[in-house]
T-cell receptor, first 111, second 115 residues
Framework: GDSVTQMEGPVTLSEEAFLTINCTYTATGYPSLFWYVQYPGEGLQLLLK?????DKGSNKGFEATYRKETTSFHLEKGSVQVSDSAVYFC??????????FGSGTKLNVKP | DTAVSQTPKYLVTQMGNDKSIKCEQNLGHDTMYWYKQDSKKFLKIMFS???????INETVPNRFSPKSPDKAHLNLHINSLELGDSAVYFCASSQVRVSGANVLTFGAGSRLTVL
């Protein structure tokens, strides 16, 4: 069935370091792909999305490109801040309203 | 004005009790969901309703019963609570769009602790 696999955490970086969180998916058809972020004690918030191959989603300095050939949607940011510390979830949507999430990757950014 | 609101935010109860969590969305969305997040942050879909009709019912014990009185509300009732039910339960909503632009909007979560 459809699924999402993302790299295990925690990922610990120093402020201003480059971030990559890997995400790959398995799906029949052409799902939409998402990154959600969960700050401590809060619900998940949409960070960015891409609905078709080669689309690039971007928000708050984060980017991810929908790569159909490698079935990937890796999250990147050029310079992380302490305030980016959170848990990041990769997700896919298929069949209009079914959303499946990866296991989450915790990011710790140290000053 | 909160888009997806859940109550209560925290719930501590004894094993064997029955409890409910309520969810309301004011976004005009037609689909609502319950997700369970365990202590390792893994997020698992439990149920989904579209216009008050159950459309997703994953492998969940039948002690869990969702109820959607209208498309803006989705409640979760849990009977005979067990220790393993301790988790954070998230309500979410979305608007189905053929264009593919629909996204999930989450509530802040309800942390259930079963003693």
């Amino acid at each position: 069935g459809d699924s999402v696999t993302q790299m295990e955490g925690p990922v610990t970086l120093s402020e201003e370091a480059f971030l990559t969180i890997n995400c790959t998916y398995t799906a029949t058809g052409y799902p939409s792909l998402f990154w959600y972020v969960q700050y401590p004690g809060e619900g998940l918030q949409l960070l960015l999305k891409a609905t078709k191959a080669d689309d690039k989603g971007s928000n708050k300095g984060f980017e991810a490109t929908y790569r159909k050939e490698t079935t990937s949607f890796h999250l990147e940011k050029g310079s992380v801040q302490v305030s980016d510390s959170a848990v990041y979830f990769c997700a896919l949507r298929y069949n209009f309203n079914k959303f499946y999430f990866g296991s989450g990757t915790k990011l710790n950014v140290k000053p | 004005d909160t888009a997806v609101s859940q109550t209560p935010k925290y719930l501590v109860t004894q094993m064997g009790n029955d409890k409910s969590i309520k969810c309301e969305q004011n976004l005009g969305h037609d689909t609502m969901y319950w997700y369970k997040q365990d202590s390792k942050k893994f997020l698992k879909i439990m149920f989904s309703y579209n216009n008050k009709e159950l459309i997703i019912n994953e492998t969940v014990p039948n002690r869990f019963s969702p109820k959607s009185p209208d498309k803006a509300h989705l409640n979760l009732h849990i009977n005979s609570l067990e220790l393993g039910d301790s988790a954070v339960y998230f309500c979410a909503s979305s608007q189905v769009r053929v264009s593919g632009a629909n996204v999930l909007t989450f509530g802040a979560g309800s942390r259930l602790t079963v003693l």
